[in-house]
């Protein structure tokens, strides 16, 4: 679990060559800063949790469970990855964040699919996390039909940016998430959507998946590229 102190996180480290060998396609280190990241999750086994990321949350309720399902409508293979407790407490988010990586400006996309959910049926993206309390967050919500942009701050959201826009349930999608100083754009199926800016994270932090309470969301092709500087 990523911890909820309120202090900052480890320096990153690289991430181990088995790790990336079970994960990336192409191969990149951690140390190659420039070089765009992809997970398609074809390599990791089927009902466990992925190899180089841990679990983390926010909020109240049961720890997450993060597993690799099948899923042969995935756009990059039919592994992906799902928080699959479906538990229903309101304000629990759980948190998929990647290991060895920290940066600050940083574009993070990932398709994902709303497969079910009666309290919530939402995909997000974090970047600059912090911690498990302190992040900001880009989130897909099938039943509410937007897009909206958070920052939590001590565990408590506060929206800055959003967008009513149709999030079509059972069908995959992409959504994505860039930081560039004070700017962050969000944008949903490749095209952008909005932007906006704040200051309340200026430093590299880690990067992740978000859902919420018994949302089951698939999410695939995750990707990650670091800004150049």
């Known amino acids: 679990m990523i911890p909820h102190a309120r202090g900052r996180l480890p320096a990153a480290v690289v991430l181990p060559a088995l790790v990336l060998a079970a994960c990336l396609e192409a191969g990149p280190t951690a140390a190659q800063q420039t070089t765009p990241f992809r997970f398609d999750f074809e390599k990791s086994q089927v009902g466990s949790a992925p190899p180089g990321f841990s679990a983390g949350l926010t909020g109240k309720g049961p720890p997450p469970a993060w597993k690799i399902v099948e899923d042969p409508t995935a756009p990059a293979g039919s592994?992906?990855?799902?928080?699959?407790s479906e538990d229903?407490?309101?304000?629990?988010?759980?948190?998929?964040?990647?290991?060895?990586?920290?940066?600050?400006?940083?574009?993070?996309?990932?398709?994902?699919?709303?497969?079910?959910?009666?309290?919530?049926?939402?995909?997000?993206?974090?970047?600059?996390?912090?911690?498990?309390?302190?992040?900001?967050?880009?989130?897909?919500?099938?039943?509410?039909?937007?897009?909206?942009?958070?920052?939590?701050?001590?565990?408590?959201r506060s929206q800055f940016g959003g967008k009513d826009v149709q999030i079509a349930p059972a069908q995959w999608q992409t959504l994505g998430l860039g930081v560039q100083g004070d700017r962050l754009e969000v944008r949903l199926n490749g095209n952008v959507l909005f932007e906006a800016h704040d200051r309340t994270f200026e430093d590299a932090g880690r990067v992740g998946l978000w859902t919420k309470a018994d949302s089951l969301t698939h999410f695939d092709d995750l990707r990650v590229e670091p800004s150049v500087r």
Request: proline share 3%; charged share 30%.
């Open 88 to 156: 229903r407490t309101d304000t629990r988010f759980p948190l998929l964040i990647l290991d060895g990586f920290e940066e600050k400006d940083v574009q993070v996309t990932v398709a994902f699919k709303p497969v079910s959910g009666r309290v919530d049926q939402a995909a997000g993206l974090a970047v600059r996390m912090r911690d498990g309390d302190n992040y900001y967050i880009a989130r897909a919500n099938a039943l509410e039909g937007n897009v909206r942009l958070y920052k939590v701050v001590g565990g408590k």
């Open 79 to 84: 592994r992906v990855v799902a928080e699959t």
